[in-house]
């Protein structure tokens, strides 16, 4: 009878010590478990690696102030307005971009290394293009109206004809656009007068009588020698461009392509003259044209004019909406 407390003592430390074990197991098994759930999450979680980042660059939006002769107001800055869509698969377009069939390429870049821009809209097999800012910052309200044809054409994708691809060049010379906007923006980073380096009837240098003589430029030192016009001759031998239209200002008209005038780039001169009421047969200041892009573009087949805005203050919006349905329906 002396030995019960001591063996129920006993017992009990037994008991404890199960108690314990069992309880260490279950805690060890759940930690197990914990530390599966753990890893498991850590092996799912996406590789630290940026997903693909698909960029659409909207051009700048133009405010005209009649009150500047030379200077526009440009709200925003040129290449601030940015839509940035972040993408878990790549090239999901936005969705004006998807109706308008836009797509966006770089033809090359100027000799300052700025992107010369291509906005592309339509599938159809006739090839149009429209090219602005050959003169670059002095002609910067062709920029101005190419930017606001390719917003009206993002919001209106209804307007290409489903046989149609139109491919617009919002500035062939970013570089002059750049430097200045007013006479000093005329010529690209080398001097050179991009309308006068194409290799159709190329000169360096010509007579100025009635040409324009507010700065000293050159036609280049060879034909085609600048990167901008080379980014346009690939352009154009790459595509099957039927019809094009250069833009300048001001005030001249519209200039027929070809020496002497190619007759259906004439015909063309005539149906541009009639929607916009610019001048045609163009004004003749008796300056003698060499090395001009539309020169060249008519030894390759292609039906073209040089066209003018009335002034060096505005887009001519309108007068320039109807020449735009002229080029899409051009036969
Ligand atoms: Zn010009």
Redesign the pocket.
């Known amino acids: 009878m002396n030995h019960k407390p001591k063996q129920k003592k006993n017992d009990s430390i037994w008991v404890m010590f199960a108690w314990g074990l069992n309880i260490a197991g279950v805690l060890a098994i759940l930690l197990v478990v914990l530390a599966y759930f753990y890893l498991q999450n850590v092996s799912a979680a996406p590789p630290p690696t940026t997903r693909p980042i698909f960029t659409i660059t909207v051009p700048p939006t133009y405010t005209q102030d009649p009150a500047s002769l030379w200077l526009p107001t440009i709200t925003p800055n040129p290449r601030s307005t940015m839509i940035v869509v972040q993408s878990p698969t790549p090239f999901v377009i936005p969705n004006f971009a998807m109706q308008a069939n836009a797509r966006i390429s770089v033809a090359g870049y100027s000799v300052s290394g700025r992107p010369i821009e291509v906005y592309t809209f339509g599938n159809g097999e006739k090839e149009k293009m429209i090219v602005a800012g050959?003169?670059g910052g002095?002609?910067w309200n062709t920029i101005a109206l190419a930017d606001e044809l390719i917003q009206y054409i993002f919001q209106h994708p209804e307007i290409i004809p489903r046989d149609v691809t139109l491919h617009i060049m919002r500035n062939m010379n970013p570089d002059g656009d750049a430097r200045d906007h007013g006479v000093d923006g005329?010529v690209n980073d080398h001097g050179v007068d991009l309308?006068r380096n194409f290799p159709a009837n190329w000169a360096k240098t010509w007579d100025r009588n009635g040409c324009w003589v507010l700065t000293p430029t050159t036609g280049g030192t060879g034909p085609g020698s600048e990167p901008e016009t080379k980014a346009v001759m690939y352009f154009l031998q790459s595509h099957k461009i039927e019809t094009l239209i250069s833009y300048?200002?001001a005030a001249l008209g519209v200039f027929p392509g070809g020496v002497p005038w190619e007759e259906e780039s004439i015909q063309f001169s005539k149906a541009l003259s009639k929607a916009t009421g610019y001048p045609y047969p163009p004004i003749d200041t008796g300056c003698v044209y060499t090395g001009t892009l539309a020169d060249y573009a008519v030894e390759l087949g292609i039906t073209a004019v040089?066209m003018?805005l009335s002034t060096h203050k505005y887009t001519d919006f309108e007068r320039n909406l109807k020449a735009l349905e002229v080029l899409l329906n051009w036969e």
Do not use: P
């Open positions: 050959i003169h002095y002609e005329r309308n300048h200002s040089d003018e």
